[in-house]
């Protein structure tokens, strides 16, 4: 079956724009999750969603960015004012619940702020 | 503060030379650990999870251990195909939550 998609692969934004990255999860999953890599590091987990709970934005790292999942399915991760500490990947993974569940990761969207 | 360091971050093996990938990690309850494959321009696939110490897990040429501070990831016999880098993540029951901390990972390179 598909897996998870994000769109757009690839974006280079000029510094102060908003931009808005898109996943498209595994059908069915409930608990979607957006992470950060950047360059030679690990992923930096963002924000969580679980089904029709409160999302959890602990890992936010300003009031720049948010994210919303409609639906329980799509989820955007907007960056507003962008910056060039900003560029890196942005990866969404999603799974059938949270908790230990496999996570399906996407391949990501490369965000370049110049 | 959850933490999880891996070591080392990178290793170059000749095809067919056994080695170990280390993930310590510091959480005040694991709820599970877990190691993922990321290939180049990919995102991260994922190989295992570990619940408790003594808990061993295989897959082809890899077994993951687990110890109450770390967790191994042991490659025998390694293929140039396995060259990638290897990420370990941690979910900490305490924390209340249902995110993951990963590790920087470490980048493998077996050489045909």
């Known amino acids: 079956g598909a897996g998870v998609s994000q769109s757009p692969s690839n974006k280079v934004t000029e510094k102060g724009k908003d931009v808005e990255l898109r996943c498209d999860p595994i059908s069915g999953h409930t608990a979607l999750y957006w992470y950060r890599q950047s360059l030679g590091q690990g992923l930096e987990f963002l924000i969580y969603?679980?089904?029709?709970?409160?999302?959890?934005k602990s890992g936010l790292p300003s009031d720049r960015f948010s994210a919303e999942r409609t639906g329980g399915s799509v989820s955007t991760l907007t960056i507003q004012r962008t910056q060039q500490e900003d560029s890196a990947v942005y990866l969404c993974?999603?799974?059938?619940?949270?908790?230990?569940?496999?996570?399906?990761f996407g391949p990501g969207t490369r965000l370049t702020v110049t | 503060e959850d933490q999880v360091t891996q070591s080392p971050e990178a290793l170059r093996l000749q095809e067919g030379e056994s080695s170990s990938l280390n993930c310590s990690y510091t959480?005040?309850?694991?709820?599970?650990l877990f190691w993922y494959r990321q290939d180049p321009g990919k995102g991260p696939e994922f190989l295992f999870t570990?619940?408790?110490a003594g808990e061993e897990k295989e897959k082809e040429r890899l077994k993951a251990t687990l110890t109450k501070k770390e967790s191994f990831l042991h490659i025998t016999a390694p293929k140039p195909e396995d060259s990638a880098t290897y990420l370990c993540a941690v979910q900490d029951i305490a924390s209340g939550t249902y995110k993951y901390i990963f590790g920087t990972g470490t980048r493998l390179k077996v050489l045909a």
């Open positions: 993974a999603s799974s059938q619940m949270t908790g230990t569940y496999e996570q399906y």
């Open positions: 570990l619940y408790s």
């Open positions: 969603f679980q089904g029709n709970s409160a999302p959890d």
């Open positions: 959480v005040s309850g694991l709820r599970g």
